[in-house]
């Protein structure tokens, strides 16, 4: 058994709602919380002579996403009929894309725990819309909501080049971040805009020889670490398993499984998958898309920097450390204002620590996002300097902050204001030293006589001095002239 080594072998599919603000082929509104059935019409209910139209700004966000994953967008593409029957899904038919995705053969690149990257190649990404929803508030009838009948999503489907759940939660985790950075889906993993089905198994060489074991497909994850937990769990499942059974893939015996968050495992649905025949068959309601190069140059044009590449710029351009700049670029916006401030002239560890510890705080207890605070680059450039400058000492500089976020003001309003300003005028502040050195002659001697007192009567005169100044005299300019005066 000791000559025994596996690998484990993921691939992933991922639903992603856009955030559109209507459905994929009619103008229903998309919404969360609704009454049931109340955002519904004849097209997202299938009613004969009903015809969808499609979304323009449905395709635009998914090609966007196309191109952000590296992947080809082809200059013509088409819909497709899915026919299944389901409660949920009132024309027996889902609007999909078969043979001819909107985009394919891409990559997703992935930050792993040791720094480096691995690049995941995408299979294909295509849109297509959401069923509706069973509901079993009625007691014993399960009653079908229709809000989410039609809601476009983008089906991502990856090589499976992942090898373990630590690199599955990775992706989904860039993944998000770079759907947020285009603003084409709001990814909130609460609202079910993203949702996860892993496919696992595991390659075993023993003896020299090679032992796939089936494929577990698992089913409908909607949290990070649900699906972390699942693969891991799969995968010493299926090692435990192939030892004590052998069992191997052999055609159809792929199996279906459920997450069960309580016992952080998964639970066998379905042995043997139901052969599907979805009988495919182009959509004759809706035109195939043309994708012109101009079309294509326009989409292109409104793509932003990748929150991957902006995290390394950080770090080799303003030396960053990679926890710090993994931080600030978790959201977009906070990264454009880490990045116009320091572009402006601020000194980048100055702004990320404003940012990440008094931005950070202050929006923990507001329950918002450190640029959602509101204040802007032009004044958080300001503050930086000034703090550098000297004119504010550290925890002035918080104070500073806060009242900015309060009152909207610039740093200088405020630190003028609130008094917050550090003198570090020397003529000023040697005369306060004057006349603490005046006021306090016992400690001064023994200042001077140095030895096991000396250390803390300077301490106590420094003391004195900041009490004077009501804590705005600049800490460094008051040594300098003590060390001056008493040598
Ligand atoms: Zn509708």
Same mark, same amino acid.
């Given at each position: 058994?000791?000559?025994? #080594? $596996?690998? %484990?072998?993921? +691939? @992933?599919?991922?639903?992603?709602?856009?955030?559109?603000? =209507? &459905?994929?082929?009619?103008?229903?509104?998309?919404?969360?919380?609704?009454?049931?059935?109340?955002?519904?019409?004849?097209?997202?209910?299938?009613?004969?002579?009903?015809?969808?139209?499609?979304?323009?700004?449905?395709? #635009? $966000?998914? %090609?966007?996403? +196309? @191109?952000?994953?590296?992947?080809?967008?082809?200059?013509? =593409? &088409?819909?497709?009929?899915?026919?299944?029957?389901?409660?949920?899904?009132?024309?027996?038919?889902?609007?999909?894309?078969?043979?001819?995705?909107?985009?394919?053969?891409?990559?997703?690149?992935?930050?792993?725990?040791?720094?480096?990257?691995?690049?995941?190649?995408?299979?294909?990404?295509?849109?297509?819309?959401?069923?509706? &929803?069973?509901?079993?508030?009625?007691?014993?009838?399960?009653?079908?909501?229709?809000?989410?009948?039609?809601?476009?999503?983008?089906?991502?489907?990856?090589?499976?080049?992942?090898?373990?759940?630590?690199?599955?939660?990775?992706?989904?985790?860039?993944?998000?971040?770079?759907?947020?950075?285009?603003?084409?889906?709001?990814?909130?993993?609460?609202?079910?805009?993203?949702?996860?089905?892993?496919?696992?198994?595991?390659?075993?060489?023993?003896?020299?020889?090679?032992?796939?074991?089936?494929?577990?497909?698992?089913?409908?994850?909607?949290?990070?670490?649900?699906?972390?937990?699942?693969?891991?769990?799969?995968?010493?499942?299926?090692?435990?398993?192939?030892?004590?059974?052998?069992?191997?893939?052999?055609?159809?015996?792929?199996?279906?499984?459920?997450?069960?968050?309580?016992?952080?495992?998964?639970?066998?649905?379905?042995?043997?998958?139901?052969?599907?025949?979805?009988?495919?068959?182009?959509?004759?309601?809706?035109?195939?898309?043309?994708?012109?190069?101009?079309?294509?140059?326009?989409?292109?044009?409104?793509?932003?920097?990748?929150?991957?590449?902006?995290?390394?710029?950080?770090?080799?351009?303003?030396?960053?450390?990679?926890?710090?700049?993994?931080?600030?670029?978790?959201?977009?916006?906070?990264?454009?204002?880490?990045?116009?401030?320091?572009?402006?002239?601020?000194?980048?560890?100055?702004?990320?620590?404003?940012?990440?510890?008094?931005?950070?705080?202050?929006?923990?207890?507001?329950?918002?996002?450190?640029?959602?605070?509101?204040?802007?680059?032009?004044?958080?450039?300001?503050?930086?300097?000034?703090?550098?400058?000297?004119?504010?000492?550290?925890?002035?500089?918080?104070?500073?902050?806060?009242?900015?976020?309060?009152?909207?003001?610039?740093?200088?309003?405020?630190?003028?204001?609130?008094?917050?300003?550090?003198?570090?005028?020397?003529?000023?502040?040697?005369?306060?030293?004057?006349?603490?050195?005046?006021?306090?002659?016992?400690?001064?001697?023994?200042?001077?006589?140095?030895?096991?007192?000396?250390?803390?009567?300077?301490?106590?005169?420094?003391?004195?001095?900041?009490?004077?100044?009501?804590?705005?005299?600049?800490?460094?300019?008051?040594?300098?002239?003590?060390?001056?005066?008493?040598?």
């Amino acid at each position: 058994m000791s000559d025994l #080594e $596996y690998k %484990v072998i993921v +691939g @992933l599919e991922i639903h992603v709602q856009l955030a559109t603000r =209507t &459905k994929m082929f009619c103008s229903c509104e998309l919404g969360f919380g609704q009454e049931p059935n109340t955002s519904v019409c004849p097209v997202c209910l299938g009613m004969p002579g009903s015809l969808p139209v499609m979304n323009k700004q449905a395709f #635009e $966000y998914s %090609v966007m996403a +196309g @191109l952000a994953l590296n992947c080809n967008i082809p200059s013509f =593409t &088409k819909w497709d009929r899915k026919s299944y029957y389901y409660p949920d899904l009132p024309k027996n038919y889902q609007i999909s894309q078969y043979d001819l995705p909107m985009s394919e053969h891409g990559y997703i690149e992935i930050p792993l725990e040791d720094g480096s990257t691995k690049k995941i190649r995408i299979l294909r990404a295509h849109l297509e819309e959401d069923a509706g &929803k069973n509901t079993h508030t009625l007691g014993n009838f399960t009653a079908v909501d229709l809000n989410r009948a039609g809601t476009p999503l983008l089906e991502i489907v990856t090589e499976p080049d992942l090898s373990s759940g630590a690199e599955v939660k990775a992706l989904a985790v860039e993944l998000q971040r770079i759907v947020r950075y285009l603003g084409v889906s709001e990814a909130d993993m609460q609202k079910g805009h993203m949702r996860f089905e892993p496919n696992v198994n595991l390659h075993i060489t023993r003896g020299g020889q090679l032992y796939k074991t089936p494929i577990s497909e698992v089913k409908n994850l909607n949290s990070f670490r649900a699906l972390e937990g699942s693969v891991t769990y799969e995968a010493a499942r299926q090692l435990d398993e192939f030892l004590e059974t052998g069992i191997t893939m052999e055609s159809g015996n792929k199996r279906t499984y459920g997450w069960d968050d309580e016992n952080n495992r998964t639970v066998l649905q379905r042995e043997k998958e139901e052969a599907h025949d979805y009988r495919y068959f182009p959509d004759p309601d809706l035109v195939p898309v043309v994708m012109t190069p101009e079309w294509l140059d326009d989409i292109r044009s409104r793509l932003c920097e990748m929150p991957l590449a902006m995290e390394k710029r950080f770090v080799t351009e303003y030396g960053l450390s990679e926890y710090d700049a993994g931080v600030i670029t978790s959201e977009k916006a906070t990264a454009d204002l880490f990045d116009n401030a320091v572009k402006a002239g601020a000194d980048p560890k100055r702004v990320c620590n404003i940012l990440t510890q008094t931005g950070a705080k202050l929006a923990k207890d507001k329950e918002c996002s450190v640029a959602e605070l509101g204040v802007n680059s032009e004044n958080l450039t300001a503050l930086a300097k000034m703090i550098d400058d000297g004119d504010v000492g550290a925890s002035a500089a918080a104070q500073v902050f806060e009242l900015m976020v309060e009152t909207g003001d610039t740093p200088g309003q405020v630190a003028e204001k609130h008094n917050l300003i550090q003198k570090s005028d020397a003529s000023e502040i040697e005369s306060l030293v004057d006349a603490v050195l005046a006021d306090n002659a016992q400690a001064v001697e023994q200042v001077q006589a140095g030895g096991k007192k000396s250390k803390k009567a300077r301490g106590f005169i420094m003391g004195q001095v900041m009490q004077r100044s009501k804590g705005q005299a600049n800490p460094k300019v008051v040594n300098q002239i003590l060390a001056k005066k008493l040598g």
